[in-house]
């Protein structure tokens, strides 16, 4: 298994060194960024498989930087900082953050959040690995991510919301494999807007599965390629291929 290859944007030296040097002992490759330059010049240079990136940055926001990165691709981005408002939080993970951390943190709970975010998404790994350059097809559909367009086997475009982009992306990188409510919740962070309420998140799941049904199924009351798998949750019960986008 390839060891992960993380980046630290942290515009303070001191912290970026502390992050990066943990990171690199507890068996990740860890290297250390500044700006959004320094970002983008690794994601062109080779893999990279999460960024820690503080929202506070000199020059820079990097809950913009999240933003528009999540335009190009999806590599998972946890933010960090010192701002630790519901407002704040709820802000970055509107523009796709995977998670958000607080300052101070425990190194720990660090670790511990980062190793969860790697996990789902290997889980949910995208066929292209996670960028959204790709053009998907399936049962006659046709999704090409780079534009972010959804066009029906009849030809005509379909509006998605950005929700439901996310959770076709999701159901498009794992065809035939049933997900659970927790692992959809978990990918789509929507968990943080039903904090406190005891399956929340399972019950906002089946509403924005609800939705995307009724958007490209032909019966939305029968589904044939986004079905309910009893015990389990979900399954996308089609073929998927993908190609290029030009």
Known sequence: ?????LLVVDDDAETRSMMTQFLQQNGFMA????TEDAIRHHLKGGRVDLILLDVMLADENGVEICARLRREQDVPVILVSALSADHHRMAGYEVGADDYIAKPFNPELLLARVRAVLHRANRSASLVYRRSIAVFRFAGWYYDAKRDEV???QGYQVALSRKETALLKVFLAN???PLTREEIAAALDVTGETQGTPDGSGRAIDVLVGRLRGKIE??????ELLRTERGTGY????DVTVEDSA
């Not at 298994?1 to 290859?5: D, E, G, K, L, V």
């Not at 290297?31 to 500044?34: L, N, V, Y």
């Not at 399954?235 to 089609?238: L, Q």
């Open 1 to 5: 298994m390839a060891i992960p290859r």
């Open 31 to 34: 290297f250390p960024c500044e």
């Open 151 to 153: 066009t029906s086997p």
């Open 175 to 177: 065809p035939h494999i």
């Open 218 to 223: 032909v019966d939305p009351k029968s589904p």
């Open 235 to 238: 399954v996308f019960a089609t």
